[in-house]
């Protein structure tokens, strides 16, 4: 809720994509692919619903609570 109300539409339109595009590259790009770009551990972003601020704050700020089928560990005894 806290990032919600800072993330409003003029913050988002005067916001850094240079730096954005850093903070990809650093944090998330070694198991995602964007573009072409990144590693193939997780799934491909670059068709993901990355306009949707709801999404993209439950999946930024909690990764791992929603985790698709295909991406899932399964642990074989």
Excluded: M, W
């Excluded at 997780?42 to 991406?71: I, Q």
Aim: proline share 3%; net charge positive.
């Amino acid at each position: 809720a806290d990032l919600r109300g800072k993330l409003t539409a003029e913050s988002l339109n005067s916001a850094d994509l240079v730096a954005g595009r850093r903070v990809f590259e650093k944090s998330c790009a070694s198991c995602h692919v964007l573009y072409g770009t990144g590693g193939r551990i997780g799934p491909d972003l670059t068709g993901s619903n990355r306009h949707n601020l709801t999404y993209l704050l439950e999946n930024t700020v909690d990764p791992s609570a929603s985790v698709g089928k295909a991406f899932q560990v399964s642990v074989i005894r």
